[in-house]
């Protein structure tokens, strides 16, 4: 008993130093990342091969989590793995308390951002999985608290919260689950990688009608947002860098820009008249899904810095390249980003240079 207080008391004075002196992406903190990586794969996989299934619960509590739709998509990604391996899931989303960034979105707007989240598990979750429920802290609680001897009990004989650790601390998952593919993957044949990343079909009932597509195109990536992270936004010598570069690597390509209609609007004026071969996603369609079919069916996609829609070409099979400074994503042999890249045309790097390289 004494050497687990000790073993817990080191832990914590680990953790707190590792967020009071911001090493998040220094040696260590990669190392320790990479450490709780390994050790969520090795439970994933044990709960996996279990002969007794039981019901797999994964919650995103948005205590500890940020309005963005790219980081929900990890969640996502995570029941498609779950599903593809033979388990039921059932995915909770807490929505009693939010974190403090949530607070620039006024209570409509969140309530729109609810209904959405609802919207797109329904298109990475197979139909007769689907399992997805809303629910208060204080309801989930009293599931997680219940006697094991109880059906309705989610740490029972019959269910289990996924990353467990983390839940009942109200501490985030998305920002490790990323990491914890790159592992959980690594083993996986090429027909189960298929498998599990993203392809237009996943998104055929968001087709869209655009004159590029009977021609080679690539899509490029834009976020314009005045609310958050506004360091991601393109200044308009960058916005012309990165044009540079893609036409540089793609002449005579069409390029099609992808971005919400605030970014298609923004961006829309600093393009001269003259400029031939460029087209808007929001001249052609009006979602989220309809940009993630138009990237899906495009050569190759861009990005540099920008937003969470580039997690459907990082979960896919297509050729892209990211342009972005490390955040909780740990690449897997550098320039290569992920574990399930099946060839070599996958790319992120670091930075854009001012002569237009990347490193």
Known sequence: MYFKRKYYQISNKLKAAYQYFGIHNTFFGIFVRKQYAKKACKQIQKLCAEPSKKKLIICYDLNSSPPTIGDFLYILMLARYLCLKGQAIKIFVVTS??????????????????KFMKEISQVFIPASEFN????????????????????????????????????????????????????????EDKHFAESFVLSAKDFASYEIEIPVLNKKFVTWHIRYNLKWGTERNLT???????????RSENPDTNVVIVSDQIGTDHYRKMIPSDV???????????????DSWLILKSSKYYQYRSGGIGMIAIYSGIDYEFIMGNRNEISWAYPNFTSWSHHSNQKKYDKLLDNNTVA
Not at 97 to 114: C, G, M
Not at 276 to 290: A, M, P, V, W
């Open 97 to 114: 308390e939010l974190r403090d960034d949530w607070k620039v979105l006024n209570a409509a707007e969140k309530e729109v951002f609810f």
């Open 276 to 290: 031939r071969l460029l087209y808007f996603s929001k001249d052609y369609g009006t979602n989220f899904f309809q």
């Open 236 to 246: 308009k010598a960058q916005f012309y860098q990165m044009l540079s570069r893609i």
């Open 132 to 187: 997805y429920e809303q629910i208060s802290w204080q309801e989930f609680n009293h599931y997680l608290n219940k006697d094991k001897s109880s059906e309705a009990s989610l740490n029972s004989h019959k269910n289990f919260v996924v990353l467990h650790d983390r839940i009942i601390k109200r501490r985030p998952i998305y920002n490790h689950l990323f990491n914890i593919f790159n592992y959980l993957l690594e083993t």
